[in-house]
């Protein structure tokens, strides 16, 4: 039974919330109804004026790895075009977007609830060409997967600004896309279909929605649960699970040994286990040869820090493997500043870089 009701169903059945005459849809495979049926489909046979579409990284039907876009075509199922947007930003996104000849952009992709997702970034910068193009800008609002009650880390540091974070937010920011859209506050004509039934703290199995895997490296909601912590080790030259089934939830290096898992046990962290294991990745870091590390087994959901429990990690990475682990640029972006970077590399405690959890804060719609 489905207890919430998306922003994309609510326009499924009431096509004019969406106002304009030449709809642009940006989606993927996450923009469906509940009975899985695309929202372009479902918008076509409500009578929308669907036009266009518009597909993020990883692309519209969710093909491309990481830092990757698939190429403008026609798709299929509508006979509709199908415009690249991923890595195109300020005049060349203006003239995508213009080429598509739309006067109103809809915006409908899960976000997994961490900054260093791009997906609201691809939102942020069409919102910004939607504004210098004079068009409208229409949301349509999903839950927050991680509940969308608690903010955990930093915010971005504006002089770190990137396509992994555009503005200043926390790792953890518990914001929905309709709330982002409001906060960045662009010079817009911007409407958020909002959802029916969604509360702040419901876990995502609670709302009643199919879980569509957002991108080729997020397949179960358990995924995005350790995201925003573990996805820091893409800044290193520890595995972080790409090439396994448990992608972000397995982490480990050629070099781990022994050590590794009792010393993180030792540390006691809030709502998670860690279990010993060896793995091979079949691409990325380490493809076929095998890694030694540790899956997450997070028990208490409500408990877990994920951003404590990823710093918490590289601290005891760094203090076991000082002369293996590397540090990659990568990190000062996806930590929004180069703080986490000095802190392990002067070999202090970083934890002491993550405020205590908080609220969200901005414009928000739901409580």
């Not at 940006?26 to 899985?36: C, R, W």
């Not at 937010?169 to 817009?188: C, K, M, Q, S, Y």
């Not at 699970?241 to 480990?252: I, K, S």
């Not at 993180?264 to 079949?282: D, I, K, N, Q, Y």
């Amino acid at each position: 039974m489905t207890l919430v009701r998306t922003g994309a169903e609510r326009l499924a059945a009431e096509p004019a919330l969406a106002g304009g005459t030449r709809l642009g849809l940006v989606t993927n495979p996450t923009g469906v109804l509940p009975d899985l049926t695309p929202t372009a489909e479902a918008l076509l046979a409500a009578g929308a004026p669907l036009t266009a579409l518009f597909g993020p990284e990883h692309g519209l039907r969710g093909t491309a790895q990481a830092d990757g876009g698939e190429a403008d075509a026609v798709d299929e199922r509508t006979g509709l075009p199908v415009h690249n947007t991923y890595k195109l930003s300020g005049r060349e996104l203006d003239a995508a977007v213009a080429a598509a000849g739309v006067d109103t952009l809809l915006f409908d992709i899960a976000d997994v609830g961490a900054r260093f997702y791009t997906y609201v970034w691809t939102m942020y910068d069409l919102l910004a060409s939607a504004g210098r193009l004079g068009l409208r800008f229409v949301v349509l609002d999903r839950p927050n997967p991680l509940g969308g009650a608690v903010t955990e880390g930093p915010e971005l540091d504006p002089a770190y600004a990137s396509f992994v974070g555009r503005f200043p937010i926390p790792v953890r920011h518990a914001l929905t896309a309709g709330e982002l859209a409001r906060l960045f506050g662009f010079d817009v004509d911007l409407t958020v279909v909002e959802m029916e039934g969604w509360r702040r703290g419901t876990p995502y199995e609670a709302t009643g929605l199919p879980w569509v895997m957002p991108s080729v490296n997020m397949p179960t909601p358990d995924t995005a649960l350790v995201y925003p912590g573990t996805c820091l080790f893409e800044g290193t030259n520890f595995s972080e699970g790409r090439g396994t089934t448990r992608p972000f939830e397995l982490v480990g290096a050629p070099y781990a040994d022994a050590r590794l898992a009792p010393a993180l046990a030792a540390l006691g962290l809030p709502g998670v286990r860690f279990r010993e294991v060896w793995f091979t990745p079949t691409f990325h870091k380490h493809a076929g040869t095998p890694v030694r590390g540790v899956q997450l087994h997070v028990h208490d959901r409500e408990a877990f820090q994920p951003v404590l429990t990823g710093v918490s990690m590289l601290h005891v990475a760094r203090a076991l493997y000082p002369d293996d682990l590397r540090l990659l640029p990568t990190l000062d972006h996806l930590w929004g500043s180069g703080e986490l970077t000095r802190s392990l590399e002067a070999g202090e405690d970083p934890r002491e870089l993550c405020p205590p959890p908080g609220t969200p804060q901005g414009p928000l719609l739901y409580r």
